[in-house]
């Protein structure tokens, strides 16, 4: 278990690129409702910021990435199994107003 560790950037993306990620299920049931495909949320954790870490997320820390594809804003979570050097992407979905600032970065305070 790696709980208290930051999410590793490089070792996600490598992993990534390496095809040592596995989608959840969670994860592929929105990308099918909310019209978003696997190659935007492949380039969000490649090429997007890490905007929130989770390091006490179990059993792997994991993190919320932005990203810009076709001009607009969208967010993907993903956790990092350091020690199988395998990620997993758990959800992605685009940021609304309700939850976001106008930069998709910033969480509204509640």
């Given at each position: 278990?790696?709980?208290?560790r930051s999410?590793?950037?490089?070792r996600?993306?490598s992993a990534?690129?390496?095809?040592?990620?596995?989608?959840?299920?969670?994860?592929?049931?929105?990308?099918?409702?909310?019209?978003?495909?696997q190659?935007?949320?492949?380039?969000?954790?490649d090429t997007?910021?890490?905007?929130e870490?989770?390091?006490?997320d179990?059993p792997h820390?994991?993190?919320?990435?932005?990203g810009?594809?076709?001009?607009?804003?969208?967010?993907?979570?993903?956790?990092m199994?350091d020690?199988?050097?395998?990620?997993?992407?758990i959800t992605t979905?685009?940021?609304d107003?309700?939850?976001?600032e106008?930069?998709s970065?910033?969480?509204?305070?509640?």
């Open positions: 278990m790696d709980s208290g999410l590793n950037v490089s996600l993306r990534i690129v390496a095809g040592r990620y596995e989608w959840r299920k969670h994860a592929l049931e929105r990308l099918a409702e909310r019209g978003i495909s190659e935007w949320v492949l380039e969000v954790l997007g910021e890490l905007i870490d989770y390091p006490e179990t820390p994991g993190a919320l990435f932005l810009w594809v076709q001009g607009r804003p969208l967010h993907v979570v993903a956790a199994d020690e199988n050097d395998w990620a997993y992407i979905y685009k940021p107003d309700e939850h976001f106008p930069d970065r910033t969480r509204r305070s509640r």
